[in-house]
């Protein structure tokens, strides 16, 4: 399935109880280039969206009253996809060398419409099959969440 146009969006905004709220908003901008993703329409949506949910995850720890806004602007997973023969799959396979995760992102927050920190991230773990990962190998997408995770909590927790 080939997306229709040059901007996919997802957006999630997570609610908190009380007066202010924080949300997190984030767009998958032009998906189709991404420089890795798999190649069914359906495998590549299971990805983005299982991206936006650890997104606003990670945005529930923001204090009320700030919003993140996030643009994913490129993806490349950890691994290679090998083309595989069983159940007509591609099977992906992490050696830990040249193959690390990287994703390209926008992302500005704000709290009462002042922009409190923004930029342009080349979030990436070459090391990612080092030390210990606390989610467990039949977690999807480990490796990029716990980079995200990494990148969260130096650029915006407090």
């Known amino acids: 399935m080939k997306f229709k146009s040059s901007l996919y969006a997802i957006v999630a905004v997570v609610t908190f109880a009380g007066a202010a709220h924080a949300s997190v908003t984030v767009k998958f901008i032009d998906p189709d280039k991404y420089g890795d993703m798999p190649f069914a329409a359906s495998d590549k949506k299971d990805v983005m969206d299982d991206l936006q949910k650890h997104f606003e995850k990670l945005g529930a720890a923001l204090p009320a009253g700030q919003d993140l806004k996030i643009d994913v602007l490129d993806i490349d997973l950890a691994g290679r996809v090998e083309p595989g023969t069983r159940a007509m799959r591609d099977l992906r396979i992490m050696r830990g060398s040249a193959d690390w995760p990287v ?36 977690e999807s997408l480990r490796y990029e969440k716990q980079m995200l995770d990494r990148w969260f909590k130096k650029t915006l927790a407090h």
């Not at 009462?112 to 467990?136: C, I």
């Open 103 to 138: 994703i390209k992102l926008r992302y500005s927050l704000e709290s009462n419409g002042k922009v409190l920190k923004s930029g342009d991230e080349h979030v990436a773990d070459q090391n990612y099959m080092m030390g210990f990962n606390h989610y467990n190998s039949g």
